[in-house]
């Protein structure tokens, strides 16, 4: 008897590669026929959410609804509009979190970078469009150190920015 040589195949191994190389190509070329005919309506729908977002009157997330109704909204007085203007992102959360009766410690310590320099930045321009009062120091603390305190304006900005957000939020 004739034995077969090794490492040759005989047409059933042959046939059940070529097989599974047609099912393990398969799923892409199905996968990218499905992104081609899914591609256009979902870009249409992702193009046009924000304008049917923007339309809307109220959108129910969860347990709340945003509502989206400009006369519902609190007017800001021109003074607030502009001081409102003059802040960014970072310095209307800062403000937020602030208290508005607390007065705040404040140290310019740089050297050995205890304390955190970007938010000095954002008390010191908050100083400078009058959010926020720069205080002296209590007796016997360092010069690099002050107080802060929100001002006046301050309080009415942070007041303004909580009703604001207040009348577009609601339990569902």
Same mark, same amino acid.
């Given at each position: 008897?004739?034995? =077969? !040589?090794?490492?040759?195949t005989n047409?059933?191994?042959v046939?059940?590669?070529v097989?599974?190389?047609?099912q393990g190509?398969l799923?892409? &070329? ?8 899914i591609?256009t309506?979902?870009?249409? &729908?992702? @193009?046009?959410? =924000? ?6 009157k109220?959108?129910n997330m969860?347990? %709340?609804s ?8 609190p007017k800001p007085? =021109?003074e607030? @509009?502009?001081?409102?203007?003059m802040m ?5 959360? %800062?403000?937020?979190k ?9 140290c310019r310590k740089?050297a050995?970078?205890?304390?955190d320099?970007?938010?000095?930045h954002v &008390?010191? !321009?908050?100083i400078?469009?009058?959010i926020l ?6 007796e016997?603390y360092?010069?690099y150190?002050?107080n802060?305190?929100?001002?006046p304006?301050g ?5 303004y920015?909580?009703n604001?957000? @207040?009348? !577009?939020?609601? =339990? @569902?």
């Open positions: 008897m004739i034995e =077969p !040589q090794k490492g040759a047409r059933n191994d046939i059940i590669a097989l599974h190389l047609i190509s799923w892409p &070329v199905l996968a990218l026929m499905a992104a081609a005919v591609y309506p979902a870009t249409k &729908v992702l @193009s046009t959410l =924000p304008h049917i977002i923007e339309k809307a109220e959108i969860g347990a %709340f945003i509502r989206n109704d400009e006369n519902r909204l007085t =021109p607030i @509009s502009e001081k409102i203007r960014n992102e970072t310095s209307i959360e %800062f403000l937020l602030r208290d508005i009766e607390h007065t705040y410690y404040e740089y050995n970078g205890n304390y320099i970007a938010e000095n &008390v010191d !321009q908050l400078s469009i009058d009062r720069k205080l002296p120091p209590a016997g360092p010069s150190c002050y802060t305190k929100l001002s304006i309080v009415e900005v942070k007041r920015l909580i604001l957000l @207040s009348a !577009q939020i609601k =339990p @569902s």
